[in-house]
């Protein structure tokens, strides 16, 4: 499945959540909440890259220094502990995801 596909199966659903719970006090949780998706949409990324080479080209198309690259494709982490590491964290930043238009919880 394409992650755009994903994406936009997943906006409908996270503007249900906030606006079902727009009047609670839950920042905290949605922040939580927030966090966790992306860095879970981070690891699908991450994941569709199966083989170092492509890793490296996305990492250094996304502004990430040589180095840093290789450093995060060649790990021997599994995909969710690569998806919490600073580089992919650089790489697939907030910035991206608002590219990706993905719905925000935590500004609304």
Known sequence: MKFEQVN????PVM???LNYF?????????RNLD???RRKLRCYRLKQCKRVITLQRILERQ?????QNWILALSGKGHWRK????QAQQ???NKWFDEMW?????LN
Do not use: D, F, M, Q
């Not at 936009?8 to 906006?11: D, K």
């Not at 998806?83 to 600073?86: A, L, M, N, R």
């Not at 993905?102 to 935590?106: D, E, F, P, V």
């Open 63 to 67: 502004g990430v220094e040589s180095w």
């Open 8 to 11: 936009a199966e997943l906006v």
């Open 83 to 86: 998806s919490g590491c600073p």
């Open 91 to 93: 790489a697939l930043n």
């Open 35 to 37: 966090s966790w998706i």
């Open 102 to 106: 993905l719905y925000n919880l935590t």
């Open 15 to 17: 503007r249900g959540w």
């Open 22 to 30: 727009h009047y609670t006090r839950c920042k905290r949780v949605l």
